[in-house]
């Protein structure tokens, strides 16, 4: 099978749309050397943080990919991994400031009070693709450019120095549904809601899930269709019900009458879905999360460190 990378920032909570989006389709894979998960504490530096809420966020997102059912031995956190930043480096020796630059993240948060690491993080993006020889990057619209710039470092690198990296393709995101804001049906479900109530967290309690799906934004038609175009927070609900009962959206919408009636089904079925999930969370002892973390990172040194002797044999650098 292709091998294929993807990660989670620790920048937030983990949300009902990662675990239907991303985390369930993880867990799904043949779990063995083709899938490499990661927890990107490095990238949540680029700004400002607190260090105890991001060794928290750490933690409580590698317990929850435990919790979810992904195998521990196909994930670690990146800094763990000191080969992510050594590639970085060498990577950076062949990336020209214009290409780093003209990242869109930059130019919208970008200023003279910003960090270094805001400007150089694309880099580090692309040390974390090309490290495990990575064929596939489930990619959505907003991350194309990194993509477009690993895939340019690596070919210049290999153009100057002799074939060292593998260099990926970009591939429609893991197969699950996109769940949207329930604030704002338009945007997706992210760490931060559009809205107080706009982003259902794993580790929500029951009685707040309840409310956050109560408060849903539907319309003023007052049909239950599967229309996204036409009636994009219906439509939502209907998702997520269908991504939480294996249903169709479809045909779960003639089953009711009013939106009263299909927002406590959804409520319903997503307590349902998370329950366990935080069962598990709950039943994880802090240590065994750590040592599944660091024995990921042992295992992925296999694949990281034979890329970068390759790199610095043919950058130059002394054996």
Do not use: W
């Not at 989670?8 to 990662?18: A, M």
């Not at 409580?60 to 435990?66: D, I, K, P």
């Not at 970008?110 to 400007?119: E, K, W």
């Not at 694949?303 to 002797?309: D, E, M």
């Amino acid at each position: 099978m292709p091998r294929l990378l993807t990660a989670f920032k620790p920048t937030g909570h983990l949300h009902l749309g990662n675990l239907i989006g991303a985390v369930r389709p993880i867990a799904a894979r043949r779990q063995d050397s083709d899938t490499t998960v990661f927890i990107a504490d490095l990238h949540a530096m680029t700004v400002q943080h607190d260090p105890t809420t991001l060794r928290a966020l750490t933690m409580e997102c590698a317990g929850l990919l435990l919790a979810s059912g992904v195998d521990p031995s196909c994930f670690y956190a990146q800094s763990h991994l000191p080969e992510h930043t050594e590639l970085h480096y060498l990577l950076e020796c062949v990336t020209h400031y214009g290409e780093a630059h003209r990242m869109i993240q930059f130019k919208e948060k970008g200023g003279t009070g910003s960090r270094i690491s805001l400007l150089t993080y694309p880099v580090l993006m692309a040390a974390d693709i090309l490290l495990h020889d990575t064929d596939q990057v489930p990619v959505g619209e907003d991350q194309l450019q990194h993509l477009e710039l690993t895939r340019t470092v690596a070919q210049r690198f290999n153009s100057l120095y002799g074939t060292t990296f593998t260099v990926p393709v970009g591939v429609a995101p893991l197969v699950g549904a996109r769940i949207m804001d329930l604030g704002d049906p338009n945007r997706k479900m992210g760490k931060t809601g559009a809205t107080d109530h706009g982003s259902i967290q794993l580790l929500d309690p029951p009685d707040v899930i309840r409310r956050k799906v109560m408060r849903a934004v539907t319309d003023t038609l007052g049909v239950v269709r599967f229309a996204p175009e036409e009636q994009p927070g219906v439509a939502n609900l209907l998702t997520i019900l269908a991504a939480c009962t294996s249903g169709d959206p479809r045909e779960l919408a003639g089953t009711f009458t009013g939106y009263g009636e299909l927002k406590a089904a959804v409520a319903d079925a997503v307590v349902a879905t998370v329950a366990p999930i935080q069962e598990r969370y709950a039943a994880l002892d802090p240590s065994d999360v750590r040592q599944a973390l660091l024995g990921g990172a042992k295992r992925a040194r296999d694949t990281a460190y034979p890329t970068v002797s390759r790199a610095r044999a043919a950058i130059g650098l002394l054996d």
